[in-house]
């Protein structure tokens, strides 16, 4: 009964060499028709980067400007309309204050969104901008004013 034991261990050991062996010829097929796989996705990969146009930041660039060099890279051009902001009080009409996306790399054909002022923009936000600065005056003023009024009831102890 012993010796059936030990050669049922070691037909058993043996059992799992040839398993193991046949397990080995199936990766082997499978990771050739694999590799075959993992180099067409690998030059897909590169293809399409190749492809890709880098843009670059055209932010406070003159709106035609910006729009011939974007179309001359084969993008297309969305102009929008910016709203009045405190910040665009110094800029130019015609100027583009934004851009989506504002950099990077796209595929030919892609959207580029610019956004840019106008006159009547270019007015509301110089007029947010001055209102802003006469509210700071003001402020200034009641502080000053404040801080100059003698003060009458302090108490210093002893």
Same mark, same amino acid.
């Given at each position: ?27 082997? !097929?499978?990771?050739? %028709? ?13 293809? %399409? ?99 100059? !009024? ?6 210093? !102890?002893?």
């Amino acid at each position: 009964m012993a010796k059936k034991l030990k050669i049922s261990k070691m037909v058993g050991g043996l059992g799992s060499l040839l398993s193991l062996a046949e397990a080995v010829k199936v990766i082997e !097929k499978v990771s050739a %028709n694999a590799a075959h796989l993992i180099d067409k996705a690998i030059d897909r990969h590169y293809d %399409n980067k190749r492809d890709l146009i880098p843009i670059q930041n055209l932010v406070q660039l003159d709106f035609f400007t910006a729009k011939q060099h974007l179309e001359s890279q084969g993008l297309k051009v969305v102009p929008l309309l910016a709203k009045p902001l405190k910040k665009y009080h110094d800029r130019r009409a015609d100027e583009v204050v934004d851009m989506v996306p504002k950099t990077g790399k796209l595929r030919p054909g892609s959207i580029v969104k610019l956004y840019v002022i106008d006159q009547a923009t270019l007015l509301e936000s110089q007029r947010r901008f001055q209102e802003q600065v006469m509210q700071t005056r003001r402020r200034n003023k009641r502080i000053g004013a404040t801080l100059s !009024k003698p003060i009458k009831r302090l108490k210093f !102890k002893k």
